[in-house]
């Protein structure tokens, strides 16, 4: 929604049923209160929550208090608080953006390592393949086609930045032909985190990848799962080590100058 359009109010009710609550746990309940709401498809994406006074009298807190919870809200990718003749607290689109920060965060603060992240990427990846195997349409895989040949054409003319973006962008190409946004979700979040990973330990080149793709493309549009699945984890397992080889002289090499 623009920020100049028109205020879509929440359908059906004009009193949401917001109830006072204690100020000892104020912040927790209205947040939860509004989370209900939203369960209950009393408020739906792109609704304008009352306004703050309003809001704040109907709970009976302050205003302090009330901003917080909405920034709280904010936060969690729930509501976007707009400035101006139009603004408020509105209800956001469902977005991934929550999750795959959250694993970022998770992995920066030490909570996943390499190891893991690998780990998880071939069990996801896995599931992926053998699901694409089976819903993957023709327009879809020629997409894919398409994708490892740029990909191709970047790492001959030596664009390392492009290379790396295209072969993120297959994977989550790839999990899209599955048709789950929980799957998709999944892979993006993952995808940050070695992107993340990767910056750290800087780009290489993996001569192995190209082939792989275009091998495990050729299964796919075969629908021969359980070669397309081998193809997949052989791909990682050796893309893995070759990021730990990267990784471990990263470390000695800090140790050294340290």
Same mark, same amino acid.
């Given at each position: 929604m623009g920020r100049g359009s028109a205020v879509k109010e929440p359908s059906g009710r004009a009193d949401l049923g917001f109830a006072p609550i204690a100020p000892k746990r104020a912040f927790e309940e209205i947040t939860e @209160?509004?989370?209900?709401?939203?369960? *209950?498809?009393?408020?739906?994406?792109g609704d304008r929550l009352p306004a703050e006074a309003d809001l704040a009298v109907r709970f009976s807190v302050s205003r302090n208090t009330l901003r917080e919870a909405l920034r709280t809200l904010e936060l969690a990718g729930i509501v976007e608080l707009r400035k101006g003749?139009? #603004?408020?607290?509105?209800?956001? @689109?469902?977005?991934? #953006?929550?999750?795959?920060?959250?694993?970022?965060?998770?992995?920066?603060?030490?909570a996943i390592n390499p190891d893991q992240l690998t780990e998880a990427r071939i069990w996801l990846e896995?599931?992926?393949?053998?699901?694409?195997?089976?819903?993957?349409?023709? @327009?879809?895989?020629?997409a894919l086609d398409a994708n490892v040949t740029a990909a191709a054409k970047a790492e001959k003319a030596g664009d390392f930045v492009r290379r790396t973006e295209l072969h993120r962008e297959f994977h989550l190409m790839l999990a899209a032909t599955t048709g *789950?946004?929980?799957?998709q979700i999944m892979m993006e979040s993952v995808m940050e985190?070695?992107?993340?990973?990767?910056?750290?330990? #800087?780009?290489?080149? *993996?001569?192995?990848?190209?082939p792989s793709k275009r091998r495990l493309l050729r299964l796919i549009r075969a629908r021969d799962s359980e070669k397309a699945v081998g193809e997949m984890t052989r791909f990682l397992e050796k893309l893995h080590a070759r990021y730990m080889e990267r990784w471990t002289v990263e470390k000695l090499n800090e140790r050294a100058g340290s």
């Amino acid at each position: 929604m623009g920020r100049g359009s028109a205020v879509k109010e929440p359908s059906g009710r004009a009193d949401l049923g917001f109830a006072p609550i204690a100020p000892k746990r104020a912040f927790e309940e209205i947040t939860e @209160q509004i989370r209900q709401l939203l369960a *209950n498809g009393d408020l739906k994406p792109g609704d304008r929550l009352p306004a703050e006074a309003d809001l704040a009298v109907r709970f009976s807190v302050s205003r302090n208090t009330l901003r917080e919870a909405l920034r709280t809200l904010e936060l969690a990718g729930i509501v976007e608080l707009r400035k101006g003749a139009s #603004g408020g607290a509105y209800v956001r @689109q469902g977005s991934s #953006g929550v999750i795959v920060t959250g694993l970022r965060d998770l992995y920066h603060l030490g909570a996943i390592n390499p190891d893991q992240l690998t780990e998880a990427r071939i069990w996801l990846e896995s599931v992926v393949v053998r699901v694409a195997c089976e819903r993957a349409t023709e @327009q879809e895989l020629d997409a894919l086609d398409a994708n490892v040949t740029a990909a191709a054409k970047a790492e001959k003319a030596g664009d390392f930045v492009r290379r790396t973006e295209l072969h993120r962008e297959f994977h989550l190409m790839l999990a899209a032909t599955t048709g *789950n946004p929980i799957v998709q979700i999944m892979m993006e979040s993952v995808m940050e985190v070695l992107k993340q990973f990767v910056g750290a330990i #800087g780009p290489a080149n *993996n001569p192995f990848t190209i082939p792989s793709k275009r091998r495990l493309l050729r299964l796919i549009r075969a629908r021969d799962s359980e070669k397309a699945v081998g193809e997949m984890t052989r791909f990682l397992e050796k893309l893995h080590a070759r990021y730990m080889e990267r990784w471990t002289v990263e470390k000695l090499n800090e140790r050294a100058g340290s």
